[in-house]
């Protein structure tokens, strides 16, 4: 009979395996008089796979207090081990906003691989009154990429409408695969019911599942140029700029993504990704009343608490240890491994 830990390793490397394909085989983007350089090509390695261990484990090297935050829940999370360094009601289910588009944004890369491809919009964005939008019309020509990026910057819910419906014909069919990736991903805490955000009673997430979600998504290098373009310019026919709303970009040293969100009943929502010195931080909050402070407080004194220890061991090892087991397992677990197959 395989040991707990075994089983755990196991469940993580089917886990991560599903992640590699998932996140495969995506023609490149192109950019369109962007801020940023021209992405990367979909089909490069977008997730952390079974190879090795992570090059460095982050250990608490300091009893500084985490300060006080005005969020009702918040996580911070290392993105090599998916070790959480922070938690306040990180498993409590929330309303995310558009933090949501995240999944909506990684599906459509993994779905749509030619991101040149033109769609018919039928979507008339001056009637989605009160909700952000990217400035779709009807009848209007638009590529995939330009979509993504209508999406992302300034959390057009009218490409979100049009990305599922591109995908999958229809929203319904389309939030059924965003459950699907969810349940793949062990996002036990999530469900959705639109790809957009806007509140509805089924439709929530925890700050630990953004977290992971978010973690997930930024190893796809397309993903993660959209989301650290500041500025974008729509090709023709439409032929117009986009801002990409996430102040923290501008704000705050080593940023480089996620997504804000914001409804009347989720509050302030942000997931911030931010890297200094080769460490990559996801810090998630919700339902804040200053989302850019609470977050830059947080990534502040986790870099100043947390020392990432190098890790040197030959064995093979998924790089990330699986839910519920410390990092300092790693080593031990790398072992357990070959002993597994």
Avoid at 17 to 33: Q, W, Y
Avoid at 61 to 77: F, G, I, N, Q
Avoid at 198 to 207: E, F, G, N, V
Avoid at 257 to 267: C, D, Q
Wanted: some cysteine; charged content about 15%.
């Amino acid at each position: 009979m395989p040991s707990t830990a075994c089983r755990a390793a196991l469940s993580l490397l089917v886990a991560t395996t599903l992640a590699v394909i998932l996140n495969a085989g995506f023609t490149g983007l192109r950019s369109a008089e962007s801020t940023a350089a021209t992405l990367p090509p979909c089909g490069a390695p977008t997730v952390r796979t079974v190879a090795k261990l992570p090059g460095s484990i982050p250990q608490l090297a300091s009893d500084e207090l985490a300060p006080p935050v005005t969020a009702a829940a918040a996580v911070v999370m290392d993105a090599e081990t998916g070790r959480v360094l922070y938690d306040l009601r990180g498993h409590d289910v929330m309303r995310p906003a558009s933090t949501t588009k995240i999944m909506t944004a990684i599906l459509a890369l993994q779905q749509l691989p030619d991101l040149q491809r033109v769609v018919i919009s039928d979507i008339d964005a001056t009637t989605l009154v009160g909700s952000s939008v990217m400035g779709l019309r009807p009848g209007v020509p638009i590529t995939i990429q330009d979509l993504l990026f209508g999406l992302m910057l300034p959390s057009g819910n009218d490409a979100a409408i049009e990305l599922a419906k591109a995908v999958d014909g229809d929203e319904g069919r389309f939030v059924q695969r965003m459950n699907s990736l969810a349940r793949a991903l062990d996002l036990r805490e999530t469900h959705f019911a639109n790809p957009h955000g806007l509140d509805a009673p089924d439709h929530y997430m925890s700050a630990f599942d953004l977290a992971k979600l978010a973690d997930f998504a930024m190893a796809n290098p397309a993903f993660a140029q959209i989301v650290g373009t500041r500025d974008y310019h729509l090709a023709p026919p439409s032929d117009y700029g986009l801002h990409n709303g996430n102040s923290m970009l501008q704000s705050y040293p080593g940023a480089d993504g996620v997504k804000i969100g914001w409804t009347e009943a989720a509050g302030w929502t942000l997931v911030a990704s931010a890297t200094r010195d080769g460490h990559r931080l996801i810090a998630v909050v919700l339902n804040s009343r200053d989302r850019d402070a609470d977050a830059s407080s947080l990534l502040d004194w986790a870099y100043r608490s947390y020392q990432w220890t190098p890790v040197s061991v030959d064995s093979h090892l998924v790089s990330s240890q699986p839910a519920g087991v410390p990092a300092t397992e790693a080593q031990r677990l790398a072992r357990e491994l070959a002993i597994c197959f």
